[in-house]
């Protein structure tokens, strides 16, 4: 009887535990056909009893619908680039499945273009064409989406959308105008614009926006910069929340009439921080170092919790949007809990019939090498009324006004002419504190103008007196 060699019994063994485990790796895979009608979740079978597709059976177009970019079909000239271009002509889903350099083209209504985390970029010479456009001479197309990806390169303009359309997490850079541009009752989220400009670049600041929205379009979550044009730019009744704009030659956010901007910070703008059309609204923001007035609004406007400081023209200013319309030529604006601080003209300037309540106004104003001093804390014409304000330590008056302004329990102190000046007569100027303002607590004296008695806090008689020291 023949044994066995101890090499031989090895193979054998081998071969023996390769038997045991093989049928394990074999279905690792798992069940590949759909699952039957004895499958343990009956929300998740997708066969009946017979074997037939139930009703509620998805296919992988189901699931993944759309076309996708670009197409390997030889035959399909739309989305293969074989025409220099992509062009989606029919409404549905279209999505990217790796990087391109052509442009996008939407011929149609109705599409959602999904970048998938792709980028599309410009490898020629000069300047490109709209990366992506559902704006051209083929027409205006509407309701259309662009999803999820970045733009690069010289591209004259990243995304423009017509009507009804939504542009969310987008990122597009060095294009050489507008970066997204949409048109009526749209939005665009989540998405940033960055473009080429840098401070010292000569030139005029150019007829565009980083991010532009025609009327009622939402603005949120987003940022522009490095534009040597405006930041973030909507028509009437626009709303832009929660955005940033930074180191742009232009302005920073830009309204027309009726809109709204709220949460959002501008920092070093060419031109104007914010700048709104006529009732508007503008809350919970920031602006400083620009190189114009930090916040300019026109009438009837409401301007509450935001902080200009350090530009280079008035932290506040509001005057009416036209002088030669009549019905127009009015000012009105009311802000609530703002400060100014460290702007090289006046902290507040109005022209009439505006309401500060609870507002700061510190520090402002400039004295130009061997010319005059400039920069009160708050000036306004006729007709204004500040309570409750704080201003001190500003380069001329810390409140100053001209006719029938009120200001009433005011604080002024440490500023370099007069702590509350008032030009002409018929203001109320009542239950001010003033310290330590370098010519006189108040111009003119006390008793005339329709500015109330000063007096000692500790011996004072009359309810309205002012508080000098």
Same mark, same amino acid.
């Not at 992506?132 to 999820?148: E, H, M, Y």
């Not at 920069?375 to 204004?384: K, V």
């Not at 007569?425 to 370098?438: E, F, G, H, M, W």
């Given at each position: ?214 009327? /009622? &379009?939402?603005?949120? @979550? %987003? =940022? $522009?910069?490095?534009?040597? +044009?405006? *930041?973030?730019? !909507? ?96 000012? /009105? &604006?009311?802000?609530? @809990? %703002? =400060? $100014?601080?460290?702007?090289? +003209?006046? *902290?507040?300037? !109005? ?119």
């Amino acid at each position: 009887m023949k044994t066995t060699s101890p090499i031989l019994r090895s193979i054998l063994g081998a071969a023996a535990v390769l038997l045991v485990i093989a049928p394990s790796i074999v279905q690792g895979q798992g069940q590949l056909n759909p699952p039957g009608p004895a499958f343990g979740y009956a929300n998740e079978r997708a066969l009946d009893t017979s074997g037939n597709p139930l009703p509620s059976m998805k296919t992988l177009m189901h699931i993944d619908a759309g076309e996708h970019i670009p197409s390997r079909s030889a035959t399909n000239a739309k989305l293969n680039g074989s025409l220099g271009y992509y062009e989606l002509s029919q409404p549905g889903r279209y999505y990217l499945t790796e990087n391109l350099d052509k442009r996008i083209v939407i011929g149609s209504d109705n599409v959602t273009l999904d970048l998938g985390g792709f980028e599309i970029r410009y490898a020629g010479g000069g300047t490109g064409p709209v990366a992506i456009s559902a704006s051209g001479l083929q027409g205006n197309f509407i309701r259309t989406k662009v999803i999820n990806g970045r733009i690069r390169g010289d591209w004259s303009q990243g995304v423009i959308l017509g009507t009804d359309s939504v542009v969310a997490g987008v990122d597009v850079s060095d294009a050489t105008s507008y970066g997204i541009k949409v048109g009526k009752n749209s939005q665009v989220a989540n998405s940033r614009v960055r473009g080429k400009w840098s401070p010292g670049s000569s030139g005029v600041p150019g007829a565009h926006s980083g991010i532009y929205g025609e009327d /009622a &379009t939402v603005i949120s @979550q %987003c =940022s $522009a910069s490095d534009m040597n +044009g405006i *930041g973030i730019q !909507v028509n009437q009744n626009g709303r832009v929340v929660d955005s940033t704009v930074q180191n742009v030659q232009g302005c920073g956010i830009v309204t027309n009439h009726h809109s709204s901007v709220g949460g959002c910070a501008v920092r070093l703008c060419g031109s104007t921080g914010f700048d709104l059309g006529m009732g508007s609204a503008l809350h919970n923001s920031a602006a400083s170092d620009c190189g114009d007035p930090g916040v300019h609004v026109r009438n009837g406007c409401t301007v509450a919790n935001v902080t200009s400081r350090d530009n280079k023209d008035h932290g506040f200013i509001s005057e009416p949007w036209t002088v030669m319309d009549a019905q127009n030529n009015k000012n /009105a &604006t009311n802000f609530v @809990q %703002c =400060s $100014a601080q460290g702007n090289d +003209g006046n *902290g507040f300037h !109005v022209t009439h019939s505006c309401a500060f309540t609870d507002c700061t106004a510190d520090d402002n104003g400039s004295q130009p090498l061997g010319g005059v001093s400039m920069g009160d804390g708050f000036h306004t014409g006729d007709n204004s009324r500040l309570s409750n304000c704080v201003a001190s330590n500003n380069k001329r008056a810390g409140i100053y006004g001209e006719s029938g302004n009120t200001v009433d329990a005011c604080t002024a102190t440490g500023n370099m002419r007069y702590g509350i000046e008032m030009l002409n007569d018929s203001n109320s100027v009542i239950r001010n504190t003033l310290r330590a303002n370098t010519l006189a607590p108040i111009q003119p004296a006390p008793g005339t103008n329709g500015i109330a008695p000063l007096q000692m806090p500790a011996t004072a008689t009359n309810p309205f007196a002012n508080f000098g020291l």
